[in-house]
């Protein structure tokens, strides 16, 4: 399991980053304070306070996980 934070901080951004996770096979979380979405969802991304880096859990395998953080790197808090 890797964890990281990243900022997202335009609409575009949201959607890249939506975009990454569901090219991802595996299970990708963001948290954000006490509430934890589906990276997966840009309607749950939107309902946190994107304000702020929000932390970022992806359970997969080293592979999976390096290959993830690699299409998200712009946006590493």
Do not use: H, W
């Amino acid at each position: 399991m890797a964890d990281f934070s990243v900022s997202l901080t335009s609409v575009d951004q949201v959607k890249q980053f939506v975009d990454a996770a569901c090219r991802c096979s595996c299970e990708v979380d963001v948290s954000s304070g006490r509430y934890v979405v589906n990276a997966k969802s840009i309607m749950g991304l939107f309902s946190l306070d994107l304000s702020q880096p929000v932390g970022v859990s992806v359970r997969g395998s080293r592979e999976e996980e390096e290959e993830f953080r690699t299409r998200v790197a712009e946006f590493l808090a």
